[in-house]
């Protein structure tokens, strides 16, 4: 009874008739073509953590239109870049949407925290690149100890005003260059000072 409560709820938040299933996959996911919301089969799921997943997923049903694919099929690398930044966006658009659903997805974020889904615990979090802290950040919030210098900060904060996918792609594309830009100067600050730029 629960799992059509659930799967009827994706839907009507989504007003669409979504296909949803349960699957031994490691996260949620939705794909843009199929029309597929995939719900993973999590020990100790709580109804927070099932509605912050749906929620989200539901967001990309909502808001990820087929123009997002482009770009990463141009130029892979992309990718990664391209998906955190769009979960920002659509998290967004969707608590917007639904504000009932801005104190179940953050609590169920705050739940799998609590857990060190992140792996927040283990990390040496000013080692991560920025895509990946700023990840964290909207994901684990910025309890969890990540850091920005003031360049780093005014992508965060474009991340936040992100509205439409054409100002994803260009902020994707913005931090990737930023992100070579710097692994080159630490290349080359390594090689000045006679280390191995490699390690």
């Known amino acids: 009874e629960f799992r059509r409560v659930l799967f009827r709820s994706a839907r009507l938040l989504a007003t669409e008739n979504l296909t949803v299933v349960r699957a031994n996959a490691p996260t949620a996911s939705f794909d843009i073509k199929s029309r597929v919301l995939t719900l993973p089969m999590w020990k100790d799921m709580t ?89 964290l950040y909207f994901k684990a919030g910025f309890q969890c100890g990540v850091t920005f210098n003031q360049e780093e900060k005014n992508f965060v904060n474009r991340a936040e005003r992100t509205e439409t996918i054409d100002e994803v792609i260009q902020l994707a594309r913005d931090i990737y260059a930023y992100a070579k830009e710097q692994a080159e100067k630490k290349k080359q600050e390594r090689l000045a000072a006679g280390e191995d730029p490699a390690e």
């Open 47 to 135: 109804p927070q953590i099932e509605d912050m997943l749906v929620g989200h997923e539901v967001g990309h049903a909502l808001y990820t239109l087929d123009k997002y694919i482009e770009p990463i099929k141009e130029q892979p690398k992309l990718k990664s870049y391209m998906n955190i930044l769009e979960d920002v966006r659509i998290e967004k658009l969707i608590k917007r949407k639904y504000p009932g659903l801005r104190k179940r997805m953050n609590e169920g974020y705050k739940q799998l925290n609590d857990r060190d889904f992140f792996g927040t615990q283990k990390l040496s979090l000013d080692t991560l690149n920025l895509i990946d802290r700023i990840n």
